[in-house]
């Protein structure tokens, strides 16, 4: 059996959702390849999609938000933009490289490619069975178009009356949840994991992050959380953005303060801290909740990440930094409150799926089955 894993590069959490599902694919045996459908296809569409989306997210926020609510709310506006992401070129190249990878199955973890894959299905030109992976808690607009695919996996079953309202078919959904990779399924104890990293065992820790590229005013939670004299140590991941940490390493802080870059380690910095001070990306909140983490979520990009954070407000699993509600705020709420902390785990207890990687793989062996 071989499988392809597509995805586009607009932030991280798309492809690493891909290489999570890969990774459980690689321990049963299959064949699994994760490619880039534009950088494959159309080298043009893949600089402007990544490119501008970072642009857009860091320069233009008003304007994303408003693109993505046209979207969300017009169908009219979301045909128009699915003629730039999943046209008829597209969809030629992409079926000519099909022919050459030759998969049993096609998974898809960002909605861009799985319209283009839709659109061949429509066409009569792909017989191969799809699976379209929704990575955020909610329903991005471009996955209404993806009706042809033979499932379309979600976060939650907590979020099937919203994809049906969204006219997904309801034998369609599978709310199996976003993969994480295997690391991230197992859970050290606090005081092993503080050790292994170097860090106090017997000091609690408040881990900030901005996601892969550092996003969010990570200087300005680390200073205010410092003010606060907690007693607790402060760990910074700031991903890719180089100038952001150094900028924290010379930061002066009356807290204990470590500092890293990227790291490939985020599971065990997660099983040391008590509590996560992050960016609502889909794939850094999963990571969170099969780490039993609860949340403080800032600085999210609008649309999908607000929508992200309303899922996990609702479920008791986070609370959110606002103009009115500062990160002081958050952490005292937490760090005052064990009974919160653990009424939050306990909430996380019912809506995190750490198989989910081990269900969507069965999923699509059991297609290939048929």
Not at 105 to 129: C, D, M, W, Y
Request: aromatic share 8%.
């Amino acid at each position: 059996m071989r499988a392809l894993l597509l995805s586009v590069t607009a932030g991280y959490g798309h492809i690493s959702t891909a290489k999570a599902i890969a990774e459980e694919f690689a321990s049963r045996g299959v064949e699994a390849h994760v490619e880039d459908l534009y950088q494959q296809i159309s080298r043009l569409t893949y600089e402007i999609i990544d490119n501008g989306y970072l642009f857009a997210i860091n320069h233009l926020k008003s304007a994303f938000k408003h693109g993505y609510a046209q979207m969300e709310n017009s169908e009219m506006m979301r045909r128009l933009a699915s003629v730039f992401t999943s046209n008829d070129l597209i969809a030629s190249r992409l079926a000519r490289r099909l022919h050459e990878a030759d998969p049993d199955v096609i998974i898809s973890t960002h909605p861009f490619a799985g319209q283009v894959l839709n659109r061949l299905k429509e066409q009569g030109k792909l017989r191969i069975p799809c699976i379209g992976v929704i990575t955020d808690y909610c329903i991005h607009p471009g996955w209404e178009d993806c009706g042809a695919l033979e499932y379309i996996v979600t976060a939650s079953e907590l979020l099937t009356y919203v994809a049906e309202k969204k006219h997904i078919r309801p034998e369609q959904i599978a709310p199996l949840g976003i993969p994480a990779r295997r690391r991230f399924r197992t859970k050290t104890p606090k005081d092993e994991a503080r050790r292994a990293l170097g860090f106090d065992e017997d000091r609690g820790i408040i881990l900030i992050m901005g996601g892969s590229m550092g996003f969010g005013n990570m200087i300005n939670n680390v200073s205010a959380v410092d003010h606060m004299d907690t007693g607790y140590q402060i760990v910074c991941i700031c991903g890719n953005n180089d100038k952001l940490r150094k900028q924290l390493t010379y930061l002066k802080t009356n807290s204990p303060i470590t500092v890293r870059g990227f790291v490939d380690n985020v599971d065990a910095y997660m099983d040391a801290a008590d509590c996560i001070v992050t960016k609502p990306g889909g794939l850094t909140v999963t990571e969170a909740l099969c780490k039993r983490l609860p949340m403080i979520l800032v600085n999210p990009i609008p649309g999908h990440e607000e929508r992200n954070v309303e899922f996990l407000m609702n479920n008791g699993a986070a609370v959110r930094v606002s103009p009115t509600f500062s990160v002081c705020e958050a952490v005292y709420y937490i760090t005052r409150n064990p009974e919160r902390l653990e009424y939050m785990s306990r909430c996380i207890e019912l809506i995190a799926k750490p198989d989910a990687a081990e269900r969507i793989c069965g999923l699509a062996q059991s297609l290939c089955g048929r």
